[in-house]
């Protein structure tokens, strides 16, 4: 079956930064474009990027941008996000999702936590 | 950015009611609306898509309707398992965006 399993999360201090993990199975991971979504503690979702199924095209939040940058390996079915200059408002649990058909988050990871404090 | 707003922002319900919750779009998404459903700790799942129609395996008490700002989520028939935190998101245009969820209580 589908599973998406996400790692990287921690804690870390403002300024610094963290990559996180995303690795698929279950999928031809090559097939579909990937995003990545958080929740801050008590918040809403948002959403934060997403690559094409080939890694030809991105696009980010505005919030993330310049700061973040998304990236896969399809020969080894793994998306990843490198977060740098953290701050204290991208404390929360980060999603990665698959981009289903019409344009829908359609399998989602457990999500992993990160916590950006001094 | 399109701004998309709940409401209610929480809804308290009992078993075997029919629910609905509001979701409107700062401008027309067209139908690229779609519904999740989230409970504690967990991960959302994927319940409507294109405004109205159901992903599968979700139950028919389930249903969506609307298109260009305004949608709504109809849950018929409450059932305990349906008590969690509902989200609409439009995929229209970058940067993708969701409402700011709607927890729906046990009354």
Redesign the interface.
Known sequence: QVQLVESGGGVVQPGRSLRLSCAASGFTFSDYGM?WVRQAPGK????VA?IWYDGTTK????SVKGRFTVSRDNSKNTLHLQMNRLRAEDTAVY?C?RR?S?????C????TLVTVSS | ?IQMTQSPSSLSASVGDRVTITCRASQSVSS?L?W?Q?KPG?????LI??AS?L?SGVPSRFSGSGSGTDFILTITTLQPEDFATY?C?Q?YS????????TKLEIK
């Open positions: 995003h809403g979702l948002e959403w997403i696009y980010y939040a505005d999603y999702a289903g019409h344009d829908t988050f359609d989602w990871g457990q999500g | 950015d690229y779609n999740y989230q967990k991960a959302p799942n994927l898509y294109g129609s992903q989200s998101q995929s970058f940067p993708y965006t969701f409402g700011q969820g």
